[in-house]
């Protein structure tokens, strides 16, 4: 099992950037497909990004392409969301998540088995 602690997130405004970390407990990380997923008031949990266990494939929605870049450091057992030209659009809660049945990166929700509590960004216009 594996334990999952967003940290990261803020109020900034239309244009500005953040880097949401998520540090993972364990020493099987490496075995893990992380995602990041958001959540806005009144909307439905979507997918953002995922990256493999390697970090060597990553997948986006088309709403962040381009904008959003999902990383991982496997050695600090930790994964990134770097966002820039925040729109707010993203506004939302942040949750990270790791998929260990899956052999290729994806952007169903219950593909993942842990998740995170998640943290609040608020891009103001």
């Known amino acids: 099992q594996v334990q999952l602690v967003e940290s990261g997130g803020g109020l900034v405004q239309a244009g500005g950037s953040l880097r949401l970390s998520c540090a993972a407990s364990?020493?099987?990380?490496?075995?893990?497909?992380m995602g990041w997923f958001r959540q806005a008031p009144g909307k439905e949990r979507e997918f953002v990004a995922a990256?493999?266990?390697?970090?060597?494939?990553?997948s986006y929605a088309d709403s962040v392409k381009g904008r959003f870049t999902i990383s991982r450091d496997n050695a600090k057992n930790t994964v990134y969301l770097q966002m820039n030209s925040l729109e707010p659009e993203d506004t939302a809660l942040y949750y990270c998540?790791?998929?260990?049945?899956?052999?290729?990166?994806?952007?169903?929700?219950?593909?993942?088995?842990?998740w995170g509590q998640g943290t609040q960004v608020t891009v103001s216009s």
């Open positions: 990256i493999n266990r390697s970090g060597s494939t990553t």
């Open positions: 998540a790791a998929d260990r049945r899956n052999l290729f990166v994806n952007a169903r929700y219950n593909s993942y088995d842990y």
């Open positions: 364990g020493r099987t990380f490496s075995s893990y497909i």
